[in-house]
């Protein structure tokens, strides 16, 4: 029985103690139960803008969880008290979705203003249980300004939540000046990073080494993280900021990166962006230009809207991929670009931007525009949280933020990932495991983050065969299926438990995965039907909705053959054994059509 639901607009008002901006609202109606409220505020003469809180409410019906872009395992209520979240161009997203226990958006809302800080909530309103939403504006200082114009995006459609976040990310597509970066192909194939396995203790030979094995596996690229620059192996940033290869680890760059592309894999590098360290050579030139300067680092952040900083740092980036022909940048540490609270947005003496945000933006959008005229399919890598609709403009590929040997977390943040990333490859955090993991738990590293693209982290050498052959299974398994683990119609159900079931569809094939004991939907007649098995249960229960005959092939967790036969299905509950960390490919073998 489907449910009608139809809503008018809820009640948009703006809140502020300033009489010096005029407000005004319009109501656009794209669709029902789908509005556009367009929201303008103006000045006589440029003012500081003051703080203007964006309010709506809607009664706490039929909605039991909340999704954002930050609420990583935990999607409980928020109280209309409690401090909602932050949203930069560098951080998160302007984003929120409430939804039901069978997945069904009751609303989800989004802002247009994705590069000034803003603060989301949607939060529990305890004397009449209703929800309290709001965008919060100028919390943050601005330059001055006499008129400020953004649009709030409110969606009531009873659609799944899923595909409410997905049209929210093709409308920020839509919008001047958020057009996302084009996404090569190497970016969707696996990579091994030298994080977890090397820190910032390496050396060219062992890195072309760990490629040597790595390429055999299945992986593509390798991404050399923090330890080329310096000798100083300790935590900090001391040394940041001159970016010249320390001899001692790699003698020649150029040479290095030869015999790595030689070996058939792109090479990516590792850059801090904002920090300058107070031992670094370029100390002196930018200590006088920083945002503010971070003792427990070491270090300070440097302030973009000096145009030789950003010079600087834009030009450090092209001489590394004309002089070495790296194929990519992992770009850290980009959130860190922002005025401490005590400091006021002004104009220093040969800053040209006022604004911090727009200059990063600019930072950000001339690093890739300048890098692709070099190497048109440049590879350029940032990490969750800097993860909104501007930074898909200035990069390709987003990973899960850092949750070693957490399989659980990874895939989480991966799948809270796909929701808001349209075509940008999302990368897992590097996958690690313990040498003495039994391999059926090491695979489910892997098994996790099935739909993004993984990036390997072990050493290589160490693991042994048996690691090595699940791992290379696995990889394939990614590589062979990736137009549709990563191109298909994707649906991660229930993030409120950590997204249980995971499935994507791609013309006649669909590929789930499942984390937890519970019943598998087969819920049409597909020609391949695949379903790996993330729990350690030897069987899952597939629930079928059609007639067909199917070969049925089930590999373990290294890929080895454990049954074949053939099976009748039928419309009801079937138990096929796959082993744990295994997957059952079901391929339709009768004369009638499916999909």
């Not at 104009?347 to 990063?360: C, F, L, M, N």
């Not at 391949?528 to 007639?547: K, L």
Request: aromatic share 10%.
């Amino acid at each position: 029985m489907k449910t009608l639901i139809n809503y008018d607009c809820p009640t948009v008002i703006i809140n502020s103690n300033s009489t010096l901006f005029n407000s005004f609202t319009n109501i656009e109606t794209i669709t029902e139960n789908l509005f556009l409220v367009h929201i303008r505020l103006t000045a006589v003469n440029k003012e500081q803008p003051p703080v203007c809180r964006i309010e709506w409410s809607i009664p706490a019906v039929d909605i039991h969880s909340l999704w954002h872009p930050g609420t990583d395992r935990n999607k409980a209520f928020q109280v209309d008290w409690g401090d909602g979240f932050q949203s930069k161009s560098t951080s998160l997203a302007p984003v929120a979705s409430l939804y039901n226990l069978e997945g069904r958006n009751r609303m989800t809302f989004a802002f247009s203003d994705a590069l000034n800080s803003v603060s989301i909530k949607a939060g529990i309103h305890e004397e009449d249980s209703t929800f309290l939403c709001s965008v919060t504006l100028f919390e943050e200082a601005m330059p001055k300004l006499d008129h400020y114009e953004a649009t709030l995006r409110i969606d009531r459609r009873d659609i799944p939540f899923y595909n409410a976040l997905e049209e929210v990310t093709e409308w920020w597509e839509s919008l001047p000046g958020y057009e996302p970066a084009a996404v090569p192909d190497m970016a969707l194939a696996p990579m091994y990073s030298t994080w977890y396995s090397y820190h910032q203790k390496l050396t060219a030979s062992e890195l072309e080494e760990q490629c040597r094995f790595a390429k055999e596996l299945g992986c593509e690229t390798i991404i050399v993280d923090d330890g080329w620059q310096t000798d100083d192996n300790n935590r900090g940033y001391a040394f940041t900021g001159d970016w010249e290869v320390y001899a001692g680890k790699i003698s020649d760059m150029k040479t290095h990166v030869d015999t790595v592309h030689q070996l058939g894999m792109k090479y990516m590098l590792w850059y801090s962006v904002p920090f300058v360290g107070k031992c670094s050579k370029v100390w002196s030139k930018f200590e006088n230009k920083l945002l503010r300067v971070d003792e427990k680092l070491n270090a300070g952040v440097m302030d973009p809207r000096y145009p030789d900083v950003r010079e600087y740092l834009i030009s450090t980036y092209e001489q590394a991929v004309s002089r070495w022909d790296i194929d990519g940048l992992k770009l850290d540490f980009v959130d860190s670009f922002r005025l401490s609270p005590d400091q006021k947005e002004g104009t220093a003496e040969g800053r040209d931007y006022k604004s911090v945000p727009e200059a990063v933006d600019r930072l950000l959008s001339d690093v890739m525009e300048r890098l692709r005229a070099i190497k048109p399919d440049i590879l350029i890598e940032f990490r969750q949280t800097y993860i909104g609709p501007l930074m898909r403009k200035y990069g390709n590929m987003f990973r899960a933020n850092d949750c070693p040997n957490d399989s659980i977390q990874n895939r989480v943040r991966t799948l809270d990932l796909r929701l808001l990333s349209g075509n940008t490859a999302v990368h897992s955090d590097m996958i690690m495991f313990n040498p003495e993991e039994p391999v059926e738990s090491a695979a489910m590293q892997l098994i996790n983050v099935l739909f993004s693209v993984p990036q390997i982290s072990v050493r290589l050498d160490e693991i042994g065969e048996v690691y090595a052959g699940m791992l290379r299974f696995w990889l394939s398994f990614c590589k062979e299926n990736s137009d549709i683990l990563l191109k298909g119609k994707i649906a991660p159900v229930q993030p409120e438990l950590l997204y249980p079931l995971v499935s994507a569809q791609r013309g006649g094939t669909k590929i789930v995965a499942v984390y937890a004991d519970i019943v598998v939907p087969m819920d049409a007649t597909y020609n391949r039907f695949i379903v790996v098995n993330g729990t350690y249960n030897e069987q899952v229960v597939v629930r079928c909705h059609h007639q067909g005959r199917y070969d049925l092939t089930v590999k373990n967790c290294c890929g080895q053959v454990v049954l074949l036969r053939q099976i009748d299905l039928q419309d009801g509950l079937y138990e096929i054994p796959i082993a744990r960390a295994g997957v059952a490919i079901l391929q339709r073998i009768d004369n009638s059509e499916g999909i």
